[in-house]
């Protein structure tokens, strides 16, 4: 990532409110802490009822993935060439799981190459193509499937995944052929609701019986919910506890061993995008130097993150009575605006600091250069608050 904008003199600052102190950066920055990122990963390490895998278009960070690693994370999902690499070049041993249904001929030689052995699929002709270029043994197909959205912030599962029926067509095929048949889905980002995965869960079942296959592993994919909303934390130990409950009800003795692949739930917390003020409106509106085309891409599909916090330049924070502003993003594109309306410190004034807590997913990830912004840095923190 870009470290053009800030003098390096340090590796590790203490938390936001140093870095606005000390550095007051005129261009977004994203702060990483990775004794927050080992917390929740082990959460998830000692709370899911199965392995713990990590989605990594979430954000690919080279410092994030390394402290997943070290925190014990022994899998990622990946979904093209440049992420399998990437995994093989910081995490040699790790389990990769090809978990894009859709593939190149050229995509799926190079995952051989590189000693891939678990996809995904949701269809015939992509399971043929599989079945062309990949040896059974040893090798995991899982057939993808998905149901109408429940519970998500937003219907991100919704491009792929086949019927019920389909998936049990496929189940059936990459079993008769040699290789370990699984199963897999995505119940959508940012699922508040546990409800989400139990009706997945069961229809694996019905999927299961329908093929007359006993899955190997049933992957519940991403979709855990970061704090994005001050109010509703994620309960992550409920949509453990229901994971595992509804599996061994469906399943019993036969149940397949889980899986989980989170990119959110894992790497959103971890992170807080510090932006700032480049001017304001008489009528209360805010433009700052990160929007839509930047760090906050996501939030006109999902909502606003509205765990906000404003600081003057020296670090104090703003105490005013918060009131609804709009907030623009720097670029000249009338899209570069946040939904609705934010809640605000009436005291916001111009130069100030705005921090987005919980912006570590689908933000750097996705930060572009459009109109000549987005040039983002990243500095690693002790903590967050
Ligand atoms: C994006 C993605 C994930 C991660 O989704 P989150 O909602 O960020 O947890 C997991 N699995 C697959 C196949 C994905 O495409």
């Known amino acids: 990532m870009r470290m053009n904008d800030v003098p390096e003199t340090r590796t590790v600052w203490q938390n936001p409110v140093e870095v606005i102190r000390a550095l007051k950066p005129e261009h977004p920055v994203m702060v990483f802490a990775p004794s927050v990122l080992e917390g929740i990963a082990r959460t998830y390490l000692q709370g899911f009822p199965g392995m713990v895998t990590y989605a990594v278009k979430a954000n690919p960070d080279e410092s994030l993935i390394r402290a997943l690693v ?44 590189a000693g891939v052995t678990a996809w995904s699929v949701d269809c015939h002709s992509e399971l043929q193509k599989l079945f062309d270029a990949v040896p059974p043994e040893g090798c995991e197909i899982s057939a993808r499937f998905k149901l109408p959205v429940l519970g998500a912030a937003y219907d991100f599962g919704s491009k792929f995944g086949a019927s019920p029926e389909v998936t049990a067509e496929l189940l059936k095929a990459a079993a008769e052929r040699g290789y370990t048949p ?23 079942g019905e999927i299961c019986d329908a093929a007359g296959v006993r899955a190997q592993r049933l992957n519940v994919g991403g979709g855990f919910p970061s704090h994005r909303v001050i109010g509703i934390e994620p309960d992550r130990q409920a949509i453990f506890a229901l994971i ?37 409106r008489p009528d209360g509106s805010v433009f700052l130097n990160d929007g839509t085309y930047g760090g906050l891409s996501e939030l006109p599909l999902i909502g606003n993150i509205d765990r906000i916090q404003v600081f003057t330049p020296e670090g104090a924070p703003r105490r005013g009575d918060p009131h609804g502003h709009v907030i623009f993003g720097p670029t000249c594109d009338s899209v570069d605006r946040l939904p609705g309306e934010v809640a605000l410190p009436d005291d916001i004034a111009d130069g100030d600091f705005v921090v987005f807590h919980s912006a570590g997913a689908y933000s750097s990830a996705t930060n572009t250069r459009f109109n000549g912004f987005g040039q983002m840095s990243q500095l690693t923190v002790k903590e967050l608050e």
Request: proline share 7%; net charge negative; hydrophobic share 40%.
């Open 244 to 280: 595992a409950e509804v599996t061994a009800q469906v399943f019993g003795e036969n149940a397949p061993e889980l899986v989980c692949e989170p990119g959110r739930g894992l790497c959103a917390d971890a992170f807080a995008l510090i932006t700032r003020v480049r001017g304001l």
């Open 182 to 204: 699984s199963l897999t889905f995505h119940p959508g980002t940012q699922c508040t609701d546990p409800a989400a995965w139990e009706t997945y869960i069961r229809i694996a």
């Open 70 to 113: 070290g925190a014990g994370i022994k899998g990622f999902d990946v979904a093209s060439p440049f992420e399998i690499d990437l995994i093989g070049r910081l995490a040699p041993g790790a389990a990769r799981h090809y978990h894009n249904p859709i593939r190149s001929q050229a995509e799926i030689a190079h995952a051989v190459r």
